[in-house]
């Protein structure tokens, strides 16, 4: 007799058991094949919590998906009975596919994705259970900070003192430990508005539901609510889903392992896979402390270790190996691989970040002439700004490219919001630049303003900005608006009769000051917001070496943008390393290994140790990344904020075992620089002698031109370089010694002006 209706049954099961792959592919073991002893045990394992815990490349993914083959091939499940998370989308299109090619189908019904999409699926099914509507909508951030700033304002709290951002973080952060407002105890309310966060959180929820929205956190936290408020809906989902797969366990936070753990109730079959040393989002909550307590909280859990890595070359897996041993806080793991010895890491030191981007991209080239896929190759930074550069230079290059996990750089939002004051401030009658900006930052001006603005346009035929100007001569405008417009018009006119006096880069610093945008991203102390203002910064960086005026570095954008729009399909991979976790590619290169970059000065600033030992998770996700080899590399000097400055090299490259360093490496040169700042340190561990290697480390390198090996032709044979001296230098030109302090000069320089700079760089004149 069939069961009783079930007033929840979830009934997007598309797939008849009939036809199953199970029934399909009888008994096949073909998804078993060539899987180590380790992983087929993982694989095929029965009943009960499993976790997979293992270094990077040691197929924990490549289980996830032969389980989950392995289930509907035997016929111990229908895919609608799995439930697989991962981390991305991207990530979770990738399982799918591989799924697909294992049991020679697509796994339709089956429910993979992330913590969020799955939460989506749940929610719109019960949400009144949870007090909403099945129709709700998801707001973003910036709606979500409006929300909480018209709730401040209510309460007579300053804005400017207690910002809606910062708040909205708080709440973010208690909603990933599953605090619902209830929960948030007196001590946890800290000192935000004196003491108040946590009734705002309430007053939040409550606005929530009443405008029948969620945000992002809610996507997970209702759920846990839902479920542990209605054991018989929990039910459901224990009788639905028989089995339940986890990639990237290392980074869930307290509430998605509370939302697993409540599922995993029903059946016990939860399979968990993940490598403590790649947790790399605490700064969002993960909590890495959920691996490593999993016995616990699974008795009977059986823990299986894959040590065979089948990624990465001996000398990669050597090198990242050693870097994270630098890490106090992990439980440790061995990895061996059975791959031929391949390529050491290249270890460049180059003069500045013009130098690397070009280096990287000759070095793309020569492996393009030798035949090797661009869809192989990887570029992978701390930080989002600094695609820049690259897009630059492979857009004049010619190379196709792609920005994994984010939008190229002109594109971005704040880029395009700057350069649309530049295009209004080069040509007023810019309609679509002007309309893009003329209430951002907000200045009162709604739609309101834009529809009396619109109709004088139609009608006199004229464009917004001068329709504005006319406006302000009648009292078409009133109160507010009229003094924001009248304030912005001005400021364009003034700013425009700037571009015939000042340098455009003072002009475009002048615009994104005067016009507020700036501050808008400074009060904003959301993640994001530094990220955009690093971009900004990169666009001024990007305007100075552009040498010509702001109508020409438009123009230059403009065509830019038009090239990059080519849609080749082999193609180089930009992302932050963030982005690249669970990929692989035959080559990566790692730029930008300097100290305040990477490591990434504001997370040593904000966590100290745990700060540090995060940023060294990311080294070794970076170089984990690459099957055949890695490119490591550090400039010198870096532009910030239009200031040259004279760059240390990143402590990781201390922790990269010289052993597994091609000879050509600047191991030498880097450690000419680290003598200064480390003190001459020798790293015993690693056998890296800095007292020692002086020039010897630093032989011809391929990638570079004359300058390095001049600067090692100094470097061998270093003249004294004493006060008052008068010397050369490759940027700056001449200038006379004002004091030395170990390797760093200081020099007034007679075109350039006053500079710190290393003695590497430097020739008696
Ligand atoms: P990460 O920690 O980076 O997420 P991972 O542990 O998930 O890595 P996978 O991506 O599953 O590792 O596997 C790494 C590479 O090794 C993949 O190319 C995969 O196909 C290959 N691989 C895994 N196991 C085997 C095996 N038994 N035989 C051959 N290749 C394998
Ligand atoms: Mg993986």
């Not at 990738?94 to 749940?122: K, P, Q, Y």
């Not at 570095?553 to 193609?571: I, K, P, Y």
Request: hydrophobic fraction near 40%; charged fraction near 30%; aromatic fraction near 8%.
């Amino acid at each position: 007799m069939a069961p009783p209706a079930d007033p929840f049954e979830i009934t997007d099961d598309p797939v008849p058991a009939a036809s199953e792959p199970a029934r399909r592919a009888v008994a096949s073991t073909a998804h078993l094949d060539g899987l180590n002893d380790e992983q087929r045990l993982a694989v095929t394992h029965q009943g009960g919590p499993l976790l997979v815990l293992a270094g990077a490349g040691t197929g924990k993914t490549r289980v996830l998906t032969s389980r989950i083959a392995h289930l509907l091939i035997t016929g111990r499940a229908r895919t609608s009975q799995i439930l697989s998370v991962t981390f991305t989308n991207k990530a979770a299109r990738e399982m799918l596919d591989r799924v697909a090619s294992l049991i020679g189908g697509a796994a339709d019904g089956m429910w993979l994705g992330t913590f969020h999409a799955i939460g989506v699926r749940v929610l719109r099914r019960h949400a009144e259970l949870v007090g909403l509507k099945s129709n709700f909508t998801i707001l973003d951030t910036d709606d979500q900070t409006r929300l909480i700033k018209q709730l401040l304002q209510a309460e007579g709290i300053d804005d400017k003192k207690w910002p809606a951002r910062v708040l909205s973080g708080i709440i973010q952060r208690w909603k990933d430990r599953a605090l619902t407002p209830d929960k948030v105890s007196g001590d946890e309310a800290g000192e935000f508005a004196g003491g108040k966060a946590a009734e705002i959180y309430r007053q939040y929820q409550e606005r929530l539901a009443e405008v029948n929205a969620v945000d992002f956190g809610d996507l997970v936290m209702h759920c846990v609510t839902l479920w542990q408020k209605h054991p018989d809906i929990l039910e459901i989902y224990h009788r639905r889903f028989r089995h339940i797969l986890v990639d990237e366990y290392q980074d869930t936070n307290v509430a998605q392992y509370l939302w697993l753990r409540l599922l995993a109730q029903g059946t016990q079959d939860i399979c968990c896979v993940g490598d403590d040393d790649q947790s790399i989002y605490g700064w969002r909550g993960a909590e890495v402390g959920n691996i490593l307590r999993f016995e616990k909280d699974f008795p009977g859990a059986t823990i299986v270790r894959l040590e065979r890595n089948y990624r990465s070359t001996p000398h990669i897996l050597a090198a990242a190996s050693h870097l994270i041993s630098h890490n106090e806080g992990r439980l440790g793991k061995t990895l061996w691989t059975e791959m031929k010895e391949g390529e050491r890491i290249a270890v460049r030191g180059v003069w500045d970040g013009g130098e690397e981007a070009r280096g990287i991209g000759e070095e793309i080239e020569a492996l393009q002439r030798d035949k090797h896929r661009l869809s192989q190759i990887a570029i992978l930074v701390r930080a989002g700004f600094q695609t820049r550069e690259f897009e630059e230079r492979f857009i004049t290059m010619g190379l196709p490219y792609r920005v994994i996990g984010g939008l190229r750089f002109y594109e971005r939002q704040e880029i395009r919001d700057a350069l649309a004051y530049c295009r209004v401030t080069v040509q007023h009658d810019d309609d679509l630049a002007f309309e893009r900006i003329y209430n951002t930052p907000r200045r009162g001006l709604g739609e309101s303003a834009l529809r009396t603005l619109r109709l004088i346009q139609r009608t006199q035929k004229i464009s917004l900005f001068e329709a504005t100007r006319r406006a302000l001569e009648t009292d078409e405008l009133k109160g507010r608006q009229r003094k924001s417009l009248g304030e912005l018009i001005a400021n364009f006119e003034r700013w425009r009769s700037m571009l015939d006096v000042s340098s455009h880069v003072k002009v475009v610093e002048t615009i994104l000051d005067e016009s507020g945008y700036t501050d808008m991203l400074r009060l904003d102390r959301s993640p994001e917001a530094e990220g955009r203002l690093e971009n900004l910064r990169e666009l001024t960086t990007g305007l100075q070496e552009f040498d010509s005026s702001l109508p020409a570095f438009l123009e230059h954008v403009a065509l830019l943008t038009d090239m990059a729009d080519r849609s080749d399909t082999d193609m180089v991979s930009l992302m932050t390393l963030h982005a690249a976790k669970g990929l692989e590619f035959d080559t990566v290169f790692l730029p930008g290994w300097e100290e305040g970059v990477f490591p990434n000065q504001r997370a040593l600033d904000d966590k100290g140790l745990a700060g540090l030992e995060e940023e060294r998770r990311l080294a070794y996700v970076g170089l984990t990344r690459a099957r055949k080899r890695a490119y490591v590399s550090f400039a010198a000097n870096r532009r910030i904020f239009n200031q040259w400055q004279a760059a240390i090299p990143s402590r990781f490259l201390r922790e990269l075992p010289v052993g597994h360093l091609a000879e050509s490496s600047d191991a030498g040169l880097y450690a000419t620089y680290s003598a200064g700042h480390h003190g001459g340190l020798r790293d015993q561990s690693s056998g890296f002698d800095y007292e020692n290697l002086g020039s010897g480390g630093a032989r011809r390198t391929r990638w570079r031109d004359e300058t390095l090996d001049d600067r090692r032709a100094v470097e061998g044979d270093k003249p004294d370089l004493n006060v008052g001296q008068r010397v050369f230098h490759q940027k700056f030109g001449y200038g006379r010694i004002v004091a030395v302090d170990g390797n760093k000069l200081d020099i007034e320089f007679e075109k350039a002006g006053p500079k710190k700079v290393l003695d590497s760089f430097i020739e008696a004149a």
